[in-house]
DNA sequence: TCCATATTGCAGTGATCGCTGCGTTTGGTT
DNA sequence: AACCAAACGCAGCGATCACTGCAATATGGA
């Protein structure tokens, strides 16, 4: 589908230089967040801190937010890796866990926090791998015959407490607390 | 005790003009909140909004982190009134719908996710008063003679779904939907 | 009414921010 | 190896920001 029809083309460039300047700004601005969280996070202290030159951050991200956004996205996916254990209660409890545990991580605060405190893109950013892997979870107890609960539901009930409590709270839940919410989803 | 033991004291003056301008100040903020919400929320230009001057503004709150989160405390103090029903169960339900109408209103959305962003204090100011009125619910029923649950518990089965629903996923939840969250906390 | 002072208005300063041409370097293709 | 476009570095511009003395005004009590 990206492939170009037409001879001249748009031909985006992943390469070797790229990757390392978007992980160096990515790292930076993790860093930024974990010394000082009320600092006024702007783009040339980012870039200064990366090694890089504002102009790079300007034209590739453009602002503050939609970076944080980029940020939010790559950490928050491919972190936690959906359980089979064989049922979906099983499943679930170890999925949960693994989030609780990913959520106790003091530097994920902040930059969830400075994600939400953009917008709905930045809050969106936070939990729509989450919900991908829940769905994954619930599409598998429903090719095993069972009738798993909607995917709404279940992120309620399950990440509802886990978030309120890390973000609102700041007393993030332990791995074994939170394998009882299970226990209040399904009964 | 802050009755001066000297002659000379600092006395606070909470007269006319001073409320005018925080009641402007606090105004002027929510309006630029609901009408850009990505701006960059900055002093000068909300102290233009509110008819006052920026050095006004410096002088009373410092900075934008402290700024929101007096209006956040102020925003969520007193607007919902703390339910007497007779039963537990009728009172929670009862609060749970307020807080959850409360919850869809957009703008109080924007306020939130801003002062989500500065740090614990501004997610402290939102949730605040939440939890001392869920106190003084639990408390009543304790005096019925009751044995309701933990406040912390009942804050993360009942606000833990509203909030992450309204925050996160930008849906927020329905009163009438808030209101079986109840069920699930008291079986 | 009149006074002490808390609070606000005013003007100005250094610093930083966001952004834009232009030249240079790098990466992928032929 | 040679070429071309994409991505980056550089210097500098206008605008805005955060902050600080000093003067003026409003407030609450005597």
Redesign the pocket.
């Known amino acids: 589908m990206e492939t170009n029809s037409s001879g001249?083309?748009?031909?985006?460039?992943?390469?070797?230089?790229?990757a390392?300047?978007?992980y160096a700004v990515h790292r930076a601005v993790t860093e930024l967040l974990a010394e000082d969280p009320a600092e006024?996070l702007?783009?040339?202290?980012i870039?200064a801190r990366a090694?890089?030159?504002?102009?790079?951050v300007?034209?590739?991200w453009?602002?503050?937010p939609e970076l944080l956004s980029d940020i939010a996205t790559s950490r928050f996916s491919g972190d936690v890796v959906v359980p089979d254990t064989g049922s979906l209660r099983g499943d679930l409890e170890r999925w949960v866990g693994q989030v609780a545990t990913d959520l106790a991580d003091p530097d994920v605060l902040k930059l969830m926090r400075a994600a939400v405190g953009t917008g709905p893109l930045g809050c969106d950013a936070c939990v729509a791998d989450r919900h991908a892997q829940l769905a994954a979870i619930l599409d598998r107890e429903r090719s095993r015959g069972g009738a798993p609960p909607e995917v709404e539901r279940t992120a309620d009930l399950l990440l509802g407490p886990l978030y309120y409590r890390a973000v609102f709270i700041d007393r993030p839940a332990g791995p074994d607390w939170a394998r009882t919410l299970v226990a209040g989803l399904l009964g």
């Open positions: 001249t083309s748009t031909r985006p460039r992943p390469g070797g230089r790229s390392r300047v978007r006024s702007t783009i040339p202290v870039a090694g890089v030159h504002a102009t790079t300007y034209r590739r453009g602002s503050v």
